[in-house]
């Protein structure tokens, strides 16, 4: 694995993980906001917009950072011409 793929996968990593960590944060954002209202309690209006955001963002370019670090390749096999010599069978020697 090249250097930058190694840069790129782990950059990826730590982006899906801030990602993971914004997304839970607005949850429980959103949470607290559902607790207060269920409990006819006021409380301040506290809106989830920015870390949703950032959490998307963060899952979204980590993502596709991994899969650009990851980057297998399928491996395909050369192809020979019918009459080149790489097509050809070896002889076994004679004895």
Sequence with gaps: MKIISKVTLWLGILLV?????????????????????????????????????VGGAGLLIGGFLVGLGIGVTPKTPKMTEPGSAAARPVEPPAA
């Design 17 to 53: 993980v801030v990602g993971l960590g914004a997304a839970v944060w607005a949850g429980w954002i959103s949470y607290t906001q559902w607790l207060a209202l269920n409990a006819l309690r006021s409380s301040p209006v506290d809106t989830a917009t920015l870390q949703l955001l």
